[in-house]
């Protein structure tokens, strides 16, 4: 089978390898689909707090698929069943396990960092870390289930966003497009902030998606949109999904008094926010990490009720067999959500 491997930094190539068996408690999948988002990038470039990942390793997590076997002691699950996984696995008995907070769990792993990946023909894979994707779902449209149920559980559960609401969503990363996605699902009205890359691809791409944007570069920054849409009082919400240490900084210079910020991306290094206007204006500042069984279920209803156009936001136009080309594309920002097909 066909398997992308990581080789070294900034280093992939496509090989043989051969189907894994499942054993009596696993599931082999066939995949169809599997994305490629930041945590990828920075795998993929052996950024740090990456290099303990062994190498070669086959890369990928976020993927849908078809139940191709059984093992014999399985019973949730029959042959042709269409699936997605959740790829970070929780041990479920550390505290937070046992306390519902599975996304944070002490001693999780990662698909395809801690173990083989998704960017192949086939996986394996315990049935508990597997769901069942609706009917009116397509597995091309299902392999983004895992980054939509990060934005899910951004919007859904850690912010206080409801309709009608100013919502500013910071970084048009495939996390900042489906956390402008959901929260616009939700009847807020949003903007998403980028950068002058952003301008050729991204920006355009949430243009497409009815959301409104603002390329900070080429406006001078903020100050004419939060008089524009929300009267100079500030954002009600603003999302961090830039994974820059600037992004908390500058949200909150736009967010309301009383308003909140919900941090998404991971800052690349110790931000240089000051509180003081912080906690003179009551700002809420929260967080988001992962995602839990519930947001992988809130993912997979509203593409089933056609509330993110997924059609638009991947791009499968990268080849499996030259897998480099949708990785520099990604870091350059040529591209937003690239998608490698293995069987479709």
Not at 250 to 270: A, C, F, L, T, W
Not at 297 to 324: F, N, W
Request: overall charge negative; hydrophobic content about 35%.
């Amino acid at each position: 089978m066909k398997a992308i491997i990581q080789t070294g930094p900034r280093s992939v190539e496509t090989q043989e390898r051969e189907v894994p068996t499942p054993d009596a408690d696993e599931l082999l999948i066939k995949v169809h689909s599997a994305g490629l988002c930041g945590s990828d990038a920075h795998a993929y470039k052996y950024d740090g707090g990456y290099e303990w990942i062994p190498i070669p390793r086959i890369m990928g997590h976020e993927y849908s698929g078809t139940v191709a076997e059984v093992g014999e002691s399985v019973e949730t699950f029959d042959v042709g069943d269409k699936v997605i996984e959740e790829p970070i696995h929780d041990c479920g008995h550390c505290f937070q396990c046992k306390n519902g907070q599975p996304n944070v769990c002490q001693n999780f792993s990662i698909t395809g960092m801690h173990r083989d990946g998704a960017y192949t023909e086939y996986v394996t894979v315990a049935p508990e870390h597997v769901h069942a994707v609706p009917e009116g779902v397509p597995l091309r449209h299902a392999a983004i289930t895992e980054p939509t149920s990060i934005a899910t559980r951004a919007v859904l559960d850690q912010s206080v966003t409801t309709p009608g609401d100013n919502v500013l969503v910071e970084g048009p990363g495939p996390i900042g497009v489906l956390v402008a996605a959901v929260a616009d699902s939700l009847g807020a009205n949003v903007v998403v902030s980028g950068l002058g890359q952003d301008a050729a691809y991204r920006l355009p791409l949430l243009e497409d998606l009815g959301i409104d944007t603002v390329n900070l570069e080429e406006e001078g920054g903020l100050d004419e949109r939060v008089e524009s849409q929300t009267d100079g009082i500030g954002f009600d919400v603003v999302f961090d999904a830039t994974g820059h240490r600037s992004g908390v900084v500058s949200g909150n210079d736009v967010v309301r008094k009383g308003g909140q910020i919900v941090v998404v991306g991971i800052p690349n290094s110790p931000s240089e926010l000051s509180l003081t206007s912080t906690v003179r204006g009551e700002i809420d500042i929260n967080t988001s990490y992962g995602s839990t069984w519930t947001n992988f279920e809130q993912a997979l209803r509203l593409m089933e009720r056609g509330e993110i156009a997924v059609d638009k936001i991947l791009d499968t136009s990268y080849s499996v067999d030259e897998p480099a080309e949708a990785f520099e594309a990604f870091l350059n920002s040529e591209t937003c959500k690239p998608v490698f097909q293995f069987d479709g």
